[in-house]
Antibody, heavy 122, light 108 residues
Framework: EVQLLESGGGLIKPGGSLRLSCVGSGYTFDNYGMSWVRQAPGKGLEWVAGISGSGDSTYYAASVKGRFVTSRDNSKNTLYLQMNNLRVEDTALYYC???????????????WGQGTLVTVSS | EIVLTQSPGTLSLSPGDRATLSCRASQSVDNNYLAWYQQEPGQAPRLLIY???NRASDIPDRFTGSGSGTDFTLTINRLEPADFAVYYCQQFGTTPYSFGQGTKLEIK
């Protein structure tokens, strides 16, 4: 069974930094691209970032480009999202997701974690 | 960036009815790489349909995806109580990937 477990969320002041982690299990981690998707309280889904299976290719939404960096350590079955210069509007539940493809960001999200909450507030 | 517009915003129907949800893209979706997800309150989304018309594993055949290019539809036949949720479309043909704003399917 595919499982994804996010961690690293919390309360942070505007301008601060936070690193989220997502550990995958139950499948060959480095065979699949991954995505980060967020959901602000009471709002819809927003695709944030994606990474290929090898980690060589990364992609970002315009709203986070230049502030967020996604990476992966395939030896640890772990995906990361480094979030810098956080803004109040970055407050959301952050999900990691497993794709179907190796390349790009893996395509559609086939499996989801339960999310980790990031709150940006002074 | 491709913008996806879902309609209607809210759909009020009764169990046993048929639901028709629309997702329109601002430009053609490459390879019809369009997915549909269901999200129940307090839960992570669940993949229903990928590549416009392919059902994901364990999704009943009451759920049907159709369309191509810029216009896509999710049809849910014989609505059951568990189907009343929020539905999102997502394009994954071009990065950055993008979601529609969602359609809430509520009990009439």
């Amino acid at each position: 069974e595919v499982q994804l477990l996010e961690s690293g969320g919390g309360l942070i002041k505007p301008g601060g930094s936070l690193r989220l982690s997502c550990v995958g299990s139950g499948y060959t981690f480095d065979n699949y691209g991954m995505s980060w998707v967020r959901q602000a309280p009471g709002k819809g889904l927003e695709w944030v970032a994606g990474i290929s299976g090898s980690g060589d290719s990364t992609y970002y939404a315009a709203s986070v480009k230049g502030r967020f960096v996604t990476s992966r350590d395939n030896s640890k079955n772990t995906l990361y999202l480094q979030m810098n210069n956080l803004r109040v509007e970055d407050t959301a539940l952050y999900y990691c997701g497993k794709g179907r493809f190796y390349g790009s960001s893996g395509g559609e999200v086939r499996a989801w974690g339960q999310g980790t909450l990031v709150t940006v507030s002074s | 960036e491709i913008v996806l517009t879902q309609s209607p915003g809210t759909l009020s129907l009764s169990p046993g009815d048929r639901a028709t949800l629309s997702c329109r893209a601002s430009q053609s979706v490459d390879n019809n790489y369009l997915a549909w997800y269901q999200q129940e309150p307090g839960q992570a989304p669940r993949l229903l349909i990928y590549s416009a018309s392919n059902r994901a594993s364990d999704i009943p055949d009451r759920f049907t995806g159709s369309g191509s290019g810029t216009d896509f539809t999710l049809t849910i036949n014989r609505l059951e109580p568990a189907d009343f949720a929020v539905y999102y479309c997502q394009q994954f043909g071009t990065t950055p990937y993008s979601f529609g704003q969602g359609t809430k399917l509520e009990i009439k």
